[in-house]
């Protein structure tokens, strides 16, 4: 992506950010409706696309984003045998994680396992008293339960003592995994992964799929086995499309880059879930309160939040069981099950966060964040690390202490710049934690809690250059600059045409302005609510999510009556009222005089 000039000349914001345009500068002074296709095919540029392929990303389909299948390591000897499986009836379990992603992929292999003729098992590990990836104990007992075949989803690909255990006893274990690998692979059947680091080109660009979507390449790889055996004789095929919401929810909900075949995998899942065709995915958007299809940010912060509170602080089973049953009512008990649970987590979070943010006070001068309580619920701690993170503008790490065994667990999250999961990596090298690991964006460790003051000094020193760097040359990118008559429905819907957003796909954002502020005030939990007015007569209202005590919100709501502003952000549709509005959701605001 090529990064243009300053946008208006703003230098530095309120926030102290630079403006910058993430492609072209598409600075308009009104209604762009007229100009709907070249600002699609402008954003579509800025996000990397090429000019010959625009085509095929305004409407991304799996039939232009759809690899090979046996392009993947393991993907042909692990489609055959669980084809074998299918045909001969075998017992079968699906090991799965407890979070979305693991949720999803279980429930996809599942539901096309039934349609085959199969009732596979499934087995989710509880978060708190089993932790993350298959152990050697759960996979012993489900092969003494039957099973002489588990499929591992979403987890498995460092699980190098619990797989040998399982092969030691005889049981076949496939993994289906995205995490990253050791170069020493785990003693399994087939490993599934595109991040194996012995793949090939074309497979390892796929290694920003989440695991639901390596699943769906194995199930397209199964049915194509099963075919060429002459299976569907006598029995219809699987409709491979209808899995597709489980795709895209456990896509977004995973953080997933949505950029080529994601986009597909999304794309056409939302179109899935519209159909409602799923009776446990109705019942969740249902209990998610949505009165319309739902749209890709639905599926991160509405759907995907509830399935995530079962593995959080409640039963890790519940959300295999929701996307898997053909029960309406049951579904019903189920997704209202896990909305309760939701709003328990929500209450964990908020008494979390209050006593970390207690913490905080006191480490303004911190390049990175280190806070810790005994009581805190480690279901949680990644969430508060990233609110956080988006609090400070600094990594952040959230320790849970246990006061019985002397450890804590803790979960980070971290800044464009900065790589968090490296420096995790190398206090475990240094002897500073039990365990840790990670990415650059996020990790996670296990440390004694004696020591945890002595591993926020060590982090201190080794991050705080890369922090004070990032934070520096910290820039918003924006797409697009209008006046505010030009913020209007049409627009939004023009600019969601360039969608799916997300992870590595980022939603359009505006500059609005110049304007003037007719009110400015606190709503909710922390969030700053404004109603700006242009000289070109039109009004707006802007909302910035809990930003109230930001440099930026205490600005607006104090300093800034009767000057000129410029307001950036991403616009949106309001549509509480009798007609719907466009609204813009604020990220920071500069001075326009």
Same mark, same amino acid.
């Given at each position: 992506? %090529? ?21 072209g !500068? ?66 079968? %379990?699906? &090991?799965?994680?407890?979070? #979305?992603?693991?949720? %999803? ?32 104990? /759960? ?23 619990a ?10 274990? $496939?993994?289906?995994? =995205? ?13 599934v !992964?595109?991040? +194996? ?10 290694g ?22 002459? &299976? ?21 909900a995973?953080?997933?880059?949505? +950029? ?5 995998? #999304? ?7 519209? =159909?409602?065709?799923? %009776? ?16 890709c940010?639905?599926l ?7 399935? !995530? ?28 099950? *896990? ?8 209450? $964990? ?15 303004? !001068? ?13 279901? #949680? ?16 790490? #959230?320790?849970?202490? @246990? ?9 980070g ?17 240094a ?8 990415? /650059? ?5 296990? $440390? ?18 890369p ?54 005030? $606190?709503?909710?939990?922390?969030? *700053?609510?404004v109603?700006?007015?242009? @000289? ?17 919100g ?12 410029w ?6 549709? @309001? ?12 990220? @920071? ?5």
């Amino acid at each position: 992506m %090529t990064i243009a000039a300053a946008v208006l000349g703003i230098e530095s914001s309120i926030s102290g950010k630079s403006w910058q345009w993430l492609g072209g !500068n598409m600075e308009l002074g009104g209604n762009p409706a007229d100009l709907a296709q070249d600002i699609v095919s402008q954003l579509l540029l800025a996000r990397g696309v090429g000019q010959q392929d625009l085509l095929r990303h305004m409407d991304p389909s799996l039939r232009d984003f759809l690899p090979d299948p046996s392009t993947f390591q393991d993907m042909d000897r692990a489609a055959e045998r669980i084809a074998e499986a299918v045909i001969a009836r075998e017992p079968m %379990t699906i &090991y799965g994680d407890y979070d #979305v992603d693991g949720a %999803t992929s279980a429930a996809l292999l599942v539901r096309l396992l039934r349609m085959l003729g199969h009732d596979a098992q499934h087995y989710i590990p509880d978060r708190l008293l089993e932790g993350y990836g298959p152990s050697g104990k /759960a996979l012993l007992e489900i092969g003494e339960a039957g099973s002489s075949l588990i499929v591992t989803v979403d987890c498995g690909a460092m699980a190098h003592e619990a797989l040998g255990a399982a092969h030691d006893a005889g049981i076949d274990v $496939i993994v289906v995994d =995205h995490h990253k690998c050791a170069p020493e692979l785990p003693r399994s059947f087939a490993l599934v !992964n595109p991040n +194996r680091l012995d793949e090939n080109d074309l497979a390892a660009s796929h290694g920003h799929l989440a695991a639901v979507g390596v699943a769906f390449l194995l199930a397209v790889a199964i049915v194509r086995t099963l075919r060429g055996r002459g &299976y569907f004789g006598n029995r219809k095929e699987p409709d491979l499309f209808a899995l597709l919401d489980l795709v895209a929810l456990g896509t977004v909900a995973d953080v997933a880059a949505i +950029r080529g075949l994601n986009r597909a995998f #999304v794309a056409q899942g939302l179109k899935v879930m519209a =159909h409602r065709r799923n %009776t446990g995915m109705a019942a969740l958007i249902d209990a998610s309160r949505l009165n319309r299809s739902p749209k890709c940010s639905d599926l991160g912060f509405a759907l995907g939040p509830r399935i !995530n509170a079962g593995g959080r602080v409640g039963e890790a089973t519940l959300g295999v069981r929701l996307l898997t049953t053909e029960d309406p009512d049951e579904a019903r008990g189920i997704a209202e099950q *896990l909305s309760r649970l939701n709003e328990e987590r929500r209450a $964990i979070e908020a008494a979390v966060q209050e006593a970390a943010e207690a913490q905080l006070a006191g480490q303004h !001068n911190r390049a990175v964040q280190v806070l810790h309580g005994h009581g805190w619920h480690p279901g #949680v701690i990644g969430i508060v690390a990233g609110r956080i993170k988006e609090k400070t503008g600094k990594p952040a790490i #959230v320790i849970a202490a @246990d006061e019985e065994n002397g450890q804590g667990k803790g979960s980070g999250r971290s800044i464009s710049g900065v790589d968090l999961g490296a420096a995790i990596i190398s206090a475990r090298e240094a002897g500073l934690l039990v365990a840790g690991g990670g990415h /650059a964006m996020a990790a996670g460790l296990t $440390i004694d809690s004696d020591r945890i003051d002595e591993f926020a000094d060590w982090l201190e020193n080794r991050l705080a250059g890369p922090v004070s760097k990032a934070v520096a040359s910290q820039k918003l990118m924006l797409d697009l600059a209008i006046a505010p008559r030009g913020l209007t429905p049409d627009l939004v819907e023009t600019l969601e045409r360039a969608g799916p957003f997300g992870v590595g796909w980022p939603g359009p954002r505006i500059a609005v302005g110049p304007v003037r502020l007719v009110k400015a005030d $606190i709503v909710g939990s922390d969030h *700053l609510r404004v109603i700006a007015s242009g @000289d070109d007569g039109a009004s707006f209202k802007a909302i910035a999510f809990r930003a109230a005590a930001s440099e930026m919100g205490q600005t607006l709501l104090h300093g800034a009556r009767g000057r000129k502003l410029w307001l950036a952000g991403r616009a949106k549709i @309001d549509d509480w009222g009798s007609r719907p509005a466009a609204e813009l959701h604020l990220e @920071d605001a500069a001075w326009a005089d």
